[in-house]
C-alpha cells in the first residue's frame, strides 16, 4: 500500500468506527465511481465517486438515509478554503446525482422510501490541526469570474462538513460510551440508543423499548446528543446528555435544563448524567449555578436544588485521537 493509499486509509478507519457508535450502518460496496446520467447539468462530468455509503432510519419520517461520504485525509497545511471548496464542488453534485440515479441505486441498493444526504468528512491525520474552521466554510459558495459556485444542490437536498474539530468531539464521546460501558455505568449498545423527542408535528416513530434508534446526522450537529438506556450495573435506567457547546455562561446550561424538562428528562425518576465534551474550567460550576437559578424561579426550595444537583452528574469527557502506523495499515489489506 503506498503512503498515499495509507493516509485515506487512516479517514476511512475512524469513519467506521465511529459512526457504528451512533448505530449507522454501511453498504458493503465502497470507493467506487458511478456513471452520471446528467453530465451536462452536472459540469461535464461522466461519474461521480462514493468512498462509502452510510445509512440510518429516521425515527421521524421513517425514510432510510444514505450519507454519500467523501473520506478526506488530510494534512494540517492541506486543510484550507480551496482544497474544501474543490471537495465539496464535486460532492454536492454527486449528491444531487445520487438521488434519482440508477447507477448509483444498482450499486447501493437503496430502500424504496429514501434520501440521500452528502457528507465530506474532513480528518487531520496529523492531529496538528488548529485553524479556524469555520472562517474556511464562511462565504465559500460566494462565485465570481474566478470562483464558479461550490453548492449544485437541488431542493431540499444536503451536505454535511465535518471538521477536524468535529470529527475528535464524536470520536471521544463514542470512546466514552465504551468507557461507561466498562465501568458498569451503560449497557451493552443493544440496551441503549439515541434520544429524538416526540414534537407536536414530528413524531418520533422508534418505540419506547426499541434500542436500535440511531442517531441522526442532524442530532450530530446539534448542541447536545442524549443517550437513553436500560440499568446498568452500578447505575439505573436513564439519560447520558452530551453537551457540545462551550459551557462558559449559565445561561447556555438554563437553556440546556429548560430543553431536558421539557422533554420529561428531568422529570423522569431515573438517573441523569450530563458529560461536557469541551473542557472548559468553570462549565461544571455554570452547570450548577443555572441549576440553581433554573429550578428556584419554578419554585423549587433549596432543601429540593441541593437534592437535585446531588442526582445529576456531571464532568467533562477525555479527549480521544487515533495513533496510526503506516505498517499496520499496510497490512490492513
Known amino acids: 500500500m503506498s503512503e498515499t493509499a495509507q493516509i485515506a486509509k487512516m479517514a476511512e478507519v475512524v469513519s467506521k468506527e465511529l459512526f457504528g457508535a451512533f448505530k449507522w450502518k454501511q453498504k458493503v460496496s465502497q470507493d467506487h465511481s458511478w456513471d452520471c446520467v446528467a453530465s451536462d447539468e452536472h459540469g461535464g462530468k461522466d461519474?461521480?465517486?462514493?468512498?462509502?455509503?452510510?445509512y440510518y432510519r429516521d425515527p421521524y419520517d421513517r425514510q432510510m438515509k444514505y450519507v454519500n461520504t467523501d473520506l478526506k485525509s488530510y494534512a494540517k497545511t492541506s486543510i484550507n478554503k480551496v482544497q474544501i471548496r474543490k471537495a465539496m464542488h464535486s460532492l454536492t453534485y454527486a449528491t444531487n446525482c445520487a438521488q434519482y440515479n440508477e447507477n448509483w441505486s444498482r450499486l447501493f441498493k437503496p430502500e424504496d422510501s429514501f434520501e440521500v444526504k452528502g457528507m465530506l468528512f474532513v480528518y487531520n491525520h496529523c492531529d496538528s490541526y488548529n485553524g479556524n474552521f469555520d472562517d474556511i466554510l464562511k462565504d465559500i459558495n460566494e462565485s465570481d469570474k474566478d470562483r464558479p459556485k461550490v453548492n449544485h444542490l437541488d431542493g431540499y437536498s444536503q451536505v454535511y462538513v465535518m471538521s477536524p474539530y468535529k470529527i475528535t468531539e464524536l470520536v471521544s464521546i463514542a470512546?466514552?460510551?465504551k468507557l461507561m460501558n466498562a465501568d458498569g455505568l451503560l449497557p451493552k449498545s443493544d440496551k441503549y440508543c439515541f434520544f429524538h423527542p416526540s414534537e407536536v408535528l414530528n413524531k418520533n416513530h422508534f418505540s419506547n423499548k426499541d434500542?436500535?434508534?440511531?442517531?441522526?446526522?442532524?442530532?450530530l450537529f446539534s448542541s447536545w446528543i442524549i443517550v437513553k438506556h436500560d440499568a446498568a450495573e452500578h447505575r439505573e435506567a436513564g439519560y447520558v446528555i452530551y453537551y457540545m457547546e462551550d459551557g462558559e455562561t449559565v445561561e447556555e446550561f438554563t437553556y440546556l435544563l429548560d430543553a431536558l424538562s421539557y422533554y420529561q428528562i428531568l422529570n423522569d425518576k431515573g438517573s441523569v448524567d450530563i458529560r461536557l465534551v469541551k473542557k472548559n474550567k468553570y462549565g461544571s460550576l455554570n452547570l450548577q449555578e443555572a441549576i440553581n437559578q433554573y429550578f428556584g424561579s419554578i419554585g423549587y426550595s433549596n432543601k429540593?436544588?441541593?437534592?437535585l444537583k446531588k442526582e445529576i452528574c456531571v464532568q467533562t469527557i477525555g479527549r480521544f485521537t487515533h495513533q496510526f502506523s503506516d505498517i499496520e495499515l499496510g497490512l490492513m489489506d
Open 304 to 307: 429540593q436544588i441541593e437534592e
Open 47 to 54: 461519474s461521480h465517486p462514493s468512498d462509502c455509503v452510510m
Open 175 to 177: 470512546k466514552d460510551l
Open 211 to 219: 434500542y436500535s434508534e440511531p442517531a441522526t446526522l442532524e442530532v
